[in-house]
């Protein structure tokens, strides 16, 4: 998998996620790894890492993927449409599926950051972040 498809995504990822307000911070977002998976055929796995500086709230999206979240430092929010918000702390897990909006997703914190690792297991060539319906 090319380093530039990579990119390609996560730039993706960054413009779609940007904050609601002008004022609050947007999410950085840094690819690790994208893998096809030739014993599934037509899915490719895509990991990246999401950093949220202090204040960071990201627009509603969706994925078409199945999304699993570990977060790693900090305190985040997450929420997806018709289900409740819930806050992730460090070691704690969040999980969404190929047709789930995501309607939440923000730092818990105004004065620390926060991090977590998304692995998204989607579709090969379909972009790892879509605009919600």
Known sequence: MSYVRILAAALLLACITQPVRASDPQPIVSPLMMKDLPDVPGKEVLMLVVDYPPGAVEHIHRHDAHA??????????????????????????????????????????????????????????????LPAE
């Not at 599926?97 to 998204?120: E, I, M």
């Open 68 to 129: 699993f979240v570990y977060v790693l430092e900090g305190s985040v929010i997450m929420g997806l449409r018709g289900g409740k918000e819930v806050t992730l702390k460090p070691g704690q897990t969040f999980y969404e599926g190929p047709t789930d909006v995501h309607t939440v997703g923000r730092n818990a914190s105004k004065t620390q950051p926060a991090k977590f690792v998304v692995v998204l297991l989607k579709k090969e060539g379909v972009d790892a972040v």
